[in-house]
C-alpha cells in the first residue's frame, strides 16, 4: 500500500487530508477485488482539517458555530464521517474467489459491476447505517471525507441540507462552493462540510 509504505519508511505522514492506500499489483484488479482503505491524516493544531487552509475556507470553520447563519457548535474532529462509495461486478470476484489469475486488461474492457457500495454495503444496508449517516442536531457540522476506489464516477447527492466543497483530490479549495451533489471519479478524493442548519 503506497501510502503505508510511505509513513513507514520515511517516518512522516503525508500533508494533512484525505488519501486512498491500495495494492498496485496487477492495477485496478486487487484494487476492483476489495484491497483498498482511506487514510485520514489530521493537522497538529488549528480549527479546520487542512495545514494552511486557504482564507475562505479558514473562514468557513471559523464561522461554525459563531455567526447567525451557523447557530450551535464548531467543528470537531468527532464530527466526521469517511464514504468509500465503490463498484463490484461480481463475476470477477467469483472468478477471483475460484483461484482463477484475473487480466487487468480484460477485466477493464469487460467491467460490469452489478453491486455500487458505500463503505462495504449497498442499498437498505448502506442507506440505514448509522456509521454512515452525519447524524445530530441542528448546529452540530459533520465533515465527510469521500473516496471513489472503483472503477466508474458516482454522482453522490445530499437530502436536506446542501454541504460546502472543501478538499479535492487533497486540495483545500480557495472557492468553497455550497452545493447538493457531486461526481467523484475512480480514486479521487473530495470532502465535503455539511453544516447541519434548518433548511
Known sequence: ASYLFLLRWQGAAPAPGTYVYLDPLNAPVNRLLGLYGALIVLPTAGNTPYAGPPPRLQRLF???GTTAHFPGEP????????WQVHSVDSRWNALA?????ISAAALVADYRPDF????????YFASHNARNAPSGRVGQPFLIRITNTGL??????LHGNH?????VDGVPQASVRNIDSWRIGPLE???????????
Open 116 to 123: 455500487f457500495t458505500l463503505n462495504g454495503q449497498s442499498g
Open 62 to 64: 471559523d464561522d461554525l
Open 97 to 101: 474467489a475460484a483461484g482463477r489469475t
Open 152 to 157: 466508474l464516477a458516482h454522482s453522490l447527492h
Open 75 to 82: 467543528w470537531i474532529t468527532e464530527r466526521t464521517r469517511v
Open 163 to 167: 454541504f460546502y466543497l472543501c478538499a
Open 189 to 199: 478524493r473530495a470532502d465535503w462540510m455539511i453544516p447541519l442548519i434548518r433548511p
